[in-house]
């Protein structure tokens, strides 16, 4: 058993620093004194890799063992941020490898600062992908995630001229230390081509796919550490490349191009991430990326299950496999060649273990986000899944016509194929069809789902669909992100909370009634808007004052996330000053943060209008400091970081129904933060934790909403009849805000004024009544912090712990951790 100070696992000082020194040697080969801030990190990073190894065993026994059923979550997206202080936490050896590597003359954070972070996906869907890897860990549950390994992950974004401007991601770019590169695991993925009937050598009529390209997947594997616990578990990215990179033969007449060309369109496939999130773009990379990575991941559970010494007719006791939306759906057919067409399985029996194999996941209502893949485009490229689709389907109507004799509506709203306007794939009713569990992210969406986009399938199959409320892993977004509270909290409760959290974190009450331990948790919060601010001088040049009021809005920019309602309440203030430079306001800082997809010309609008509001508002004289408008660029989970634990008022305003159930909103509250929010998504649940008089709510519900926009809904009407609307929408028409080009904003406007689809003018009163009592609140600090204790002590069961709870219990019927 390894000792405190075995330098290959030891957790000592001592240990660690020589392990340290060891990599600088023999991994990076340099003399110390030639090392580079890179180099020191990389060796670092060695150095805590060897530590993880240790838990490796645990978890191959635990796959390796027939009678333990393993996670495979499929996601196209891993956002897992950088590795190297999670790690640290995760492993227990933070302080000792701060005081090591000061041993060394350096800074732990200069370290951490050099890690490139992994930008493997767009935003809530990825990143609830990684806090469930850090949770099924902890919790001692054998996962296998499974995803593409981008070369170029969402792209950075820089604000030039108040616009977002995109940098391509080279994370890879100084190589990456957290990985494991595992070529013998390679396999091979087909597309394109055609299929044909033919004689097995038992002359049965079979059917084969005769492909047109066939490239290889390999896999990396980067292990994910428990918190305090000898485990791990496994993220496995696939990488693209030519079965043959190299065509020596057309090299050799000297046609150098060919000779490269299978490697160079065999690698596009894990090229690049799509950075859409919600609209759908139907392009054939797209597809094909989906198909590649579900392809090996199904490949591989069938080599670790038949590694097991287990027939294939048991492969669903091996496997529960999730399906984190419809981005990988596909598996369900393809699970079905593989089982009928590879292993010479009968239908009926592969389907039998397909439905028990497969849960999907749905984490969106919005319609332009739901796959809907073109028939001939599909066929195209996977003629035979379209056949078994086309089976797969023939069959469920067959079963919906039992059911529902004669209903030929339902069958054709239930069927899997589109017949309407161009033909299409429904990849949602795939994943519906087979998956024995369907789950939305939170009550209200999973409610709402029910009754709008997959109505039919809960009429057909209500058992089948079952809530998951998300969560956030409180390793990273606590302890990591804000070591102040953590140490607070420590010093209040002990640290069992942080992989207790539902039953602990509550033991904190009691302590918003005393006054020491308020001062205290204001310190702490002080301390991080101060460490925020500073950050935000570096990125911005903006100075802020840490003794206003930190409003922060940061997500992904959309309409319905209504960053521009939060722009129309900033306005609103300034006019408040204009027109009485003396008003008493509650100074305030708005913080807003969030890449628009490229292609979304709207949500890169918005990141124009707030950078330009901010311009002006930020050198009012009038003004005075009081209000402050900053735009934190390149908003990931690295800035997520620094973000979430300085905030004092949490943004959540989308329209009610819109956002399926939001994360953000949970690092804010677990941060201490306030929320401002409508009865959406988990904020449904936030408000009902932690107590109505503890929540700022505002703003429709998606009742009122569906039926204000039933009885027509007239936005014009709330413009002429609120002055201080009319004001406000006036003032950005005026192109006071836009001076250099008066009419930047009109689209926004009109887009308001004549369709409002989120209906940001029929909510605006109620938010500003709302946000002017938050101002009022705000001056009796006392208060504002006994209510700020009492939102983190009753956010115990937003931990993505008693998410993965629910998922073994309700979807995986998986006993974990034992
Ligand atoms: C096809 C393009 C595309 C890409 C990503 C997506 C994701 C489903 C979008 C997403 O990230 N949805 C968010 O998922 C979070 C985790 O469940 C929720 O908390 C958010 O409310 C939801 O918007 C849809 C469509």
């Known amino acids: 058993p390894a000792t405190e100070n075995d330098a290959r696992s030891g957790n000592s000082v001592a240990a660690i620093r020589k392990s340290i020194l060891d990599h600088i040697h023999f991994s990076q080969a340099r003399l110390p004194v030639m090392a580079t801030c890179n180099d020191w990190y990389v060796a670092l990073a060695y150095t805590v890799r060897d530590r993880m190894f240790g838990h490796w065993m645990n978890v191959v026994q635990a796959i390796a063992d027939p009678q333990r059923k393993i996670v495979g979550y499929l996601s196209a997206e891993f956002l897992m941020g950088p590795h190297l202080g999670n790690a640290l936490i995760n492993l227990g050896i933070h302080d000792n490898t701060r005081a090591a590597v000061a041993q060394l003359g350096l800074n732990l954070d200069d370290l951490l600062a050099q890690e490139e972070e992994p930008g493997l996906g767009n935003g809530g869907l990825g990143r609830l992908a990684a806090c469930y890897m850090d949770s099924l860990a902890t919790l001692g549950v054998p996962a296998l995630g499974y995803g593409i390994r981008y070369e170029f992950g969402i792209f950075s974004q820089e604000i030039r001229d108040g616009r977002q401007v995109e940098k391509t991601d080279k994370w890879l770019r100084l190589g990456n230390p957290w990985e494991i590169h595992r070529p013998e695991l390679s396999c091979t993925v087909n597309f394109g081509g055609r299929t044909e009937w033919f004689h097995d050598e038992r002359g049965r009529l079979r059917i084969r796919w005769i492909p047109n390209r066939v490239i290889k997947g390999v896999p990396y594997d980067t292990p994910i550490p428990a918190f305090r616990k000898d485990f791990i578990g496994i993220l496995r990215l696939w990488k693209s490349e030519a079965v043959e990179s190299f065509d020596f033969q057309a090299f050799n007449v000297g046609d150098y191009y060919k000779a490269v060309d299978e490697k160079v369109v065999s690698e596009t496939v894990s090229k690049v991430l799509y950075p859409n999130d919600e609209p759908e773009i139907g392009k054939t990379l797209r597809l094909a990326q989906q198909y590649f990575f579900v392809s090996c991941a199904l490949q591989d559970m069938i080599r670790v299950h038949l590694i097991r010494g287990k027939a294939l007719d048991t492969f669903h006791e091996s496997f529960a496999v999730q399906l984190n939306d419809t981005h990988p759906a596909i598996a369900v057919a393809e699970l079905m060649r593989l089982l009928v067409d590879e292993h010479d399985m009968d239908w009926c029996e592969a389907w039998t273990i397909t439905r028990n194999v497969f849960s999907y996941t749905n984490h969106t209502l919005l319609s332009e986000a739901l796959e809907k893949w073109p028939l001939p485009f599909f066929g195209h490229l996977l003629p035979r899944h379209l056949e078994i689709i086309y089976e797969i389907n023939h069959r469920f109507l067959e079963e919906v016509r039992r059911h529902a004799p004669g209903d030929d509506g339902l069958a054709s709203r239930l069927s899997i194929i589109d017949e309407g306007g161009q033909k299409s794939i429904r990849m949602a009713h795939l994943a519906s069809v087979a998956g024995h569990r369907i789950n939305g992210v939170a009550e209200l969406h999973t409610k709402l789902l029910s009754r709008t986009v997959l109505r039919d399938f809960h009429a057909i199959y209500p058992d089948r669909f079952v809530n998951v409320t998300n969560g956030v892993t409180p390793r990273r977004w606590m302890v990591l992100s804000n070591p102040k509270l953590a140490g ?310 937003f931990s993505s712990d008693r998410s993965i709870r629910e998922y073994c219990k309700d979807i995986w019927r998986i006993r974990q951790g034992v």
């Open 488 to 797: 607070l909290l420590e010093s209040a409760i002990g640290d069992r909370w942080i992989c207790r959290f539902e039953e602990e974190i509550e033991k904190i009450a009691p302590l918003a009634d005393d006054p020491a331990f308020r001062n205290h948790w204001r310190e702490v919060k002080r301390g991080n808007k101060a460490d925020l601010a500073g950050l935000i001088h570096e990125r911005t040049g903006n100075t802020v004052d840490p003794d206003t009021l930190f409003d922060v809005q940061v997500k992904r920019i959309h309409e319905y996330k209504r960053q521009h309602l939060n722009v129309l309440h900033i306005v609103t203030l300034y006019n408040r000053i204009r027109r009485n430079p003396n008003l008493d306001i509650t100074p305030r800082t708005f913080i807003f943060g969030g890449k628009a997809a490229p292609g979304y010309a709207m949500a890169k609008l918005i990141i124009k209008l707030i950078n330009d509001v901010g311009a002006v508002v930020n050198r009012d004289p009038d003004v005075a400091g009081r209000l402050k408008v900053v735009f934190f660029p390149n908003f990931n989970v690295k800035n997520g970081q620094m973000i979430y634990p300085a905030a004092e008022l949490s943004e959540q305003i989308s329209t009610a129904g819109k956002e399926a159930s939001g994360t953000g909103n949970m690092k804010f509250s677990m941060n201490g933060a306030l929320t401002i929010g409508t009865l959406d998504g988990a904020n449904v649940e936030i408000r009902e934790a932690v107590g109505p008089e503890n929540f700022f709510l505002f703003g429709l519900t998606v009742d009122q909403v569906n039926d204000l926009w039933g009885r027509g809904y007239n936005p014009r009407r709330y413009y002429e009849e609120n002055a201080q609307l009319r004001e406000a929408v006036d003032l950005l028409y005026s192109g006071h805000f836009s001076p250099d080009h008066q009419a930047r904003f009109v689209p926004l406007l009109d887009t308001l004024l004549n369709h409002d689809p989120y209906m940001l003018l029929a909510d605006y009163q109620a938010y500003i009544d709302c946000q002017d009592q938050i101002a009022a609140a705000y001056r009796d600090q006392e208060h504002w912090t006994r209510i700020s204790i009492l939102n983190v002590a009753r956010m115990g069961r």
